[in-house]
């Protein structure tokens, strides 16, 4: 049994070594992935605390008490231990109390809601979700895209979310926290990004046939990129117009990156009122 554990465990080891696989969550470019993983590395070492011994007792207690093992002591009439009690009892309520200490600090400290600085150092970009892609719509700057944006390294980012469609997730894996696109509603969720790069973004629900093609590369890119970047959206020959947005919301897979170089500054809140009624004086 013991050997079958060994060789299972290099046989993991090995798979992922040689996977390629990417640990985004582990490897954060901002803030609030920081935080991130540090929540998911204190709850995982905090759980371990109960994991190892089990499985260290899920092997050694067989072997000891193995039938033969005549140097093993044969208690048949044991059935209590304070010791023993004491540990079972008082380990796990020490983890529960630790884990809802730090879920009630995070809960706060890590609220996507919470602005990561003023209001006017703060880049807005309104995201709608499609069947099967993002819509990103720059309000100050009158530009949108879809499935690609940019942001300036080291500027606090407020996402302003709501769906033209089912439900989707927004999520930026090396940035932090996803959160619901939901029809009807407008969510938001403050990011940052620490250092240049490009990081990939995606919806974290799934939504239907085109799901696994709905993502969209996040720049992270100095101030003057930046401002280069919009100038380059700003000379598409596109312009989000009704007809425009129209052929958007058709559902399509793998949509390619597209520019747009004017858009509606009410079509963000449009988009919202189709589903509360706003808009047929209800």
């Known amino acids: 049994m013991l050997k079958k554990l060994l060789l299972s465990t290099i046989i993991i080891v090995l798979t992922l070594s040689l996977s390629g696989c990417e640990l985004a969550l582990f490897d954060p470019k901002g803030p609030i992935g920081e935080q991130a993983k540090d929540l998911i590395l204190i709850s995982t070492g905090l759980l371990l605390i109960v994991i190892v011994p089990v499985l260290f007792m899920s092997i050694y207690f067989p072997y000891k008490f193995r039938k033969g093992n ?16 004491i540990i079972v009892w008082l380990v796990p309520c020490l983890i529960v109390a630790a884990l809802a200490y730090v879920t009630y600090v995070t809960s706060h400290s890590l609220d996507p809601r919470k602005p990561l600085g003023k209001d006017e150092d703060t ?14 719509i720059y ?11 940019a942001i300036p390294v080291n500027k606090p980012i407020e996402f302003l979310i709501t769906s033209d469609t089912v ?20 969510n938001r ?3 940052m990004a620490s250092e240049e790069g490009v990081f990939r973004g995606l919806s974290a629900n799934y939504s239907g ?12 890119v100095s101030d003057e990129a930046f401002e280069q970047w919009v100038d380059k ?24 990156v597209e520019h747009f170089a004017d858009v509606d500054p009410l079509h963000f809140k449009k988009t919202i009122e189709k589903y509360t009624g706003v808009q047929n004086g209800q």
Do not use: C
Not at 139 to 149: K, M, R
Not at 170 to 184: C, D, E, N, T, V
């Open 123 to 136: 880049l807005t970009i309104q995201v709608v979700a499609l069947d099967w892609k993002w819509l990103f």
């Open 70 to 85: 005549t140097k093993a002591e044969y208690k048949p009439h044991w059935e209590h231990s304070t010791k023993i009690e």
């Open 167 to 186: 439900m989707n997730s927004f999520f930026i894996p090396r940035l932090g926290s996803q959160i619901y696109a939901m029809a009807g509603m407008e």
């Open 189 to 191: 969720l403050n990011l």
């Open 209 to 220: 046939f085109g799901f696994s093609g709905m993502k969209f590369k996040t720049h992270s």
């Open 233 to 256: 959206v700003k000379a598409s020959p596109k312009v989000l117009d009704e007809p425009t947005y129209q052929a958007l919301t058709v559902k399509s897979k793998d949509n390619e």
């Open 139 to 149: 309000p100050e700057q009158q530009i949108a895209t879809v499935n690609e944006i």
